[in-house]
């Protein structure tokens, strides 16, 4: 384990031998940058953080947007669930496995209907003969 690791873990016991071949793997070494690579390297980590800021206040700004117009629309949240429900429920119902397996369970429905009425059309002509 690495001494990070030991910081992140500190209850972590290594297995046997675990510490002296952590010791001797050589970490891949950082590349030296120059004083002026650092400073582009800075000014871009500066540049993505604006960036960053400014697409999160955006996105602030259109999910408020959203919600206005939403809230102007009168949709709530109940009423979106319903319509989410109401079209998940739809694509199953249209869905070629959901047919199948209803087509199926309607003739398997029918077939016990039909072997019902015949065990009792039989139970009852035993009735008779037994009369």
Known sequence: TTQVD???RPDYTPELG???VMSVTVSPA???LTEEEQEDLRGELLRVEDEILTLSQVLATKENQLADIKRKLG???L???KQNLSKS?????TSTVYKKTS????VAGQKATA????MGSAISRKFEDVR
């Not at 429920?89 to 119902?93: G, K, N, R």
């Not at 072997?115 to 015949?118: E, P, V």
């Open 6 to 8: 030991r910081a992140v």
């Open 18 to 20: 675990e510490d002296a």
């Open 30 to 32: 950082i590349p030296t």
């Open 75 to 77: 949709i709530t949240p």
């Open 79 to 81: 009423n979106e669930l």
């Open 89 to 93: 429920w739809h694509e199953v119902t």
């Open 103 to 106: 087509e199926g369970l309607s």
């Open 115 to 118: 072997a019902f009425n015949n």
